[in-house]
């Protein structure tokens, strides 16, 4: 399966991944996935929101076991992001079926669609649509960088968009969703063990600050005559880090836009987003706060108007206790259970069905890089788990 699917979306120069939603790489990722359902005889659906389940057994049948991740990725992101879910799914149906696993529930495997949201900004599309926590009229406002509407690029994959919305009928059929994600910082390689439980997902956002300058020479116009935005720009970076280390949280400027970004002109407008996460939400309104304030600030002293634009927020997840421990029961009452900053499906998705995660260890912590890596003798402990887990729940 990974030799399949390693090239898909794999850029020559950078080696980093590119599956951006309702692009190419995106339709072949999906059709990599039907293949693997058709393979094993499971029923292929896609869903009104763009979602792709295999189902073994009956689609409509209560009580369902769902596993799954997603399978886009960030700007040259690395190959275990959301694919080690999906992978390592099949994987553990093939496992299942291997040791003569008789299922009283119905199994699903899924790939939720734009779960990074590189391409329109806006983590977690699919499943936010399903869970109706993104309305359809607000998914149609969604623009990518070259002003395509999340409709317009769902109509040119060949996907309806009039489709999309919530699905309550589905999620209201489903036990428990499991997923399985490689790990996104480095717990689990200092504590020594290959796979983890999540407890919880912190509280995290996105904000978009737009620092208005003015336009002008950059050989000729004095610098007590400027208005620079990218002053301001790079003042508030500085803040962000300073307020994050305070706090004991994290803040990022890792997006930015300039305009008319030209090397021999001073900037009218610089556009930057503000990804930040504290592991509560009372430490994160506190950075954030800081951070909006230190901008004010320096904006006044530069002649620059500041406008600040919360785009997406998530408050702090916590798994269902219940699931969790029954997980941690299944493999032995002593995997290690760790917070994680990241976001993912399975957060979206806990305010609606009980969902749960596990973890495999990263070697060097590192993630949406194409550095990121896992040995493949952990890859094949996150299987078993995952295969034990699955069993338990699908089984009783």
């Known amino acids: 399966m990974w030799r399949d699917l390693e090239p898909i979306g794999r850029d020559a120069d950078t080696r980093g ?4 939603a309702w692009t190419g790489a995106d339709a072949d990722c999906r059709a990599w996935f039907k293949a693997q359902a058709d393979s094993r005889g499971l029923t292929y659906e896609l869903d009104r929101n763009g979602n792709q389940w295999a189902w073994l057994g009956d689609p409509l049948a209560e009580g369902a076991v769902i596993t799954g991740s997603h399978l886009d990725s960030v700007p040259d992101g690395g190959a275990f992001d959301g694919p080690l879910g999906v992978v390592s799914s099949f994987a553990a149906l093939d496992e299942l079926r291997a040791r003569g696993t008789r299922f009283t529930k119905p ?3 899924t790939n939720f669609g734009d779960e990074e949201g590189a391409r329109f900004g806006l983590a977690c ?3 936010r649509l399903a869970s109706g926590q993104l309305t359809r009229e607000a998914a149609y406002e969604l ?3 070259d002003g395509v509407s999340l409709p317009q690029a769902m109509e040119e994959a060949g996907h309806d968009p009039s489709t999309i919305g919530p699905d309550p009928e589905r999620l209201a059929r489903i036990g428990a969703f499991v997923e399985l994600h490689v790990e996104q910082g480095r717990a689990l390689d200092l504590s020594g063990d290959r796979v983890g439980i999540a407890s919880a997902i912190w509280p995290h956002g996105r904000w978009r600050f737009d620092f208005h300058g003015e336009a002008n020479h950059a050989g000729t116009t004095r610098l007590v005559d400027r208005r620079d935005p990218m002053l301001t720009y790079a003042e508030t970076v500085l803040a962000a880090r300073r307020e994050a280390e305070l706090a004991g949280a994290v803040a990022t400027f890792g997006k930015i ?3 008319p970004n030209a090397v021999n ?12 996460r504290a592991a509560d939400q009372a430490t994160l309104d506190t950075v954030v706060s800081a951070i909006e304030r230190a901008a004010k600030e320096r904006a006044e002293r530069d002649g620059v108007d500041l406008r600040v634009v919360r785009e997406s927020f998530t408050p702090v997840i916590e798994f269902e206790h219940a699931l969790r421990d029954e997980m941690n029961k299944i493999l032995g009452g002593s995997v290690p259970v760790l917070g994680t900053g990241a976001g993912h499906d399975a957060g979206i998705l806990s305010g609606a069905i009980p969902t749960a995660m596990l973890f495999v260890r990263n070697p060097t912590g590192v993630s949406h890089s194409p550095a990121e890596s896992a040995a493949e003798d952990d890859c094949v402990a996150g299987v078993i788990a995952l295969a034990d887990v699955l069993e338990g729940l699908a089984c009783r």
């Not at 991944?17 to 951006?20: A, G, I, M, N």
């Open 17 to 20: 991944y590119r599956r951006y």
């Open 265 to 276: 002109a001073i900037p009218s407008l610089v556009r930057g987003w503000l990804d930040s």
């Open 125 to 127: 599309v699919g499943s």
């Open 143 to 145: 623009r990518d960088g």
């Open 107 to 109: 199994v699903a495997i």
């Open 257 to 259: 836009s300039v305009e």
